[in-house]
């Protein structure tokens, strides 16, 4: 694998754990609705990481979201809970962002802030074990 390609998904790890920061403090300053944002988006760059150590990409949202889905998590590389948890939270980005009306529960977002670590945990994993290889 290039020096180039490496350096790229490194960045991407760390903009995942920038964003999970990011988040953090909004949660913090009681804005949901960006923190929402924000866990999507340090999902987002942590899967684009992952997808390119196989040398996947996507254009688009739901592509991210169906390579991930197709090539680790159907495969067993990655656990299902973790496809899961980034659709579900593809979806709560989508109706934070563009709906209106939208109130998320402070609880359930602490809970989501969770499970971006543990996901972001997971992804940097297999995705350095595949680089290293």
């Known amino acids: 694998m290039k020096r180039e390609l490496i350096d ?54 739901s592509g991210v979201r169906a390579l991930l889905n197709k090539e680790f998590v159907k495969k067993g590389l990655i656990d299902k809970k973790f496809g899961k948890f980034y659709s579900k939270m593809f979806e709560e980005r989508q109706e934070g962002d563009y709906k209106d009306f939208i109130n998320f529960d ?19 994993k297999v995705t350095l074990e595949i680089i290293n290889k």
Request: glycine share 2%; net charge positive; hydrophobic share 40%.
């Open 8 to 61: 790229l998904i490194k960045y991407r790890l760390e903009k995942s754990k920038e964003m999970l920061q990011d988040a953090k403090i909004l949660f913090e300053k009681a804005s949901l609705t960006s923190t929402v944002n924000r866990i999507y988006y340090a999902l987002f760059y942590a899967v684009n990481g992952l997808l390119l150590s196989k040398n996947f990409s996507s254009s688009k949202h």
């Open 106 to 124: 402070r609880s359930i977002v602490r809970n989501w802030l969770k499970n971006t670590e543990n996901f972001i945990k997971e992804i940097e």
